[in-house]
């Protein structure tokens, strides 16, 4: 069982910027894809990036060139540094962890991110 927390949520204006933190538990880190979701009010959870453990990166279109996702293997912990934020960013962020060889995603609880205009 792979436990994962996010953190670092917040309110912040347009065109401002949040970092947000994704913990997970295990001794194989590295190995775990990472990826973050969001789900706006009354929508459906989607994608907003990822990152395998062999660097490779991807990112919706949505949020590209405004969004980075990074990881720091020996913390156990991802992060998505979001930049240039726009009100329809607001959303609840979910981070979910899939150790390698496996395709089983261990979610969060989710951290909420508002953004006012």
């Known amino acids: 069982q792979v436990q994962v927390v996010e953190s670092g949520g917040g309110l912040v204006q347009a065109g401002g910027s949040l970092r947000l933190s994704c913990a997970a538990s295990?001794?194989?880190?590295?190995?775990?894809?990472v990826a973050w979701f969001r789900q706006a009010p009354g929508k459906e959870r989607a994608f907003v990036a990822r990152?395998?453990?062999?660097?490779?990166?991807r990112y919706a279109d949505s949020v590209k060139g405004r969004f980075t996702i990074s990881r720091d293997n020996a913390k156990n912990t991802a992060y998505l540094q979001m930049n240039s934020l726009k009100p329809e960013d607001t959303a609840v962020y979910y981070c979910?962890?899939?150790?390698?060889?496996?395709?089983?995603?261990?979610w969060g609880q989710g951290t909420q991110v508002t953004v006012s205009s």
């Open positions: 295990g001794r194989t880190f590295s190995g775990y894809a």
């Open positions: 979910a962890a899939r150790p390698g060889g496996t395709n089983q995603d261990y």
């Open positions: 990152s395998w453990s062999g660097g490779i990166t």
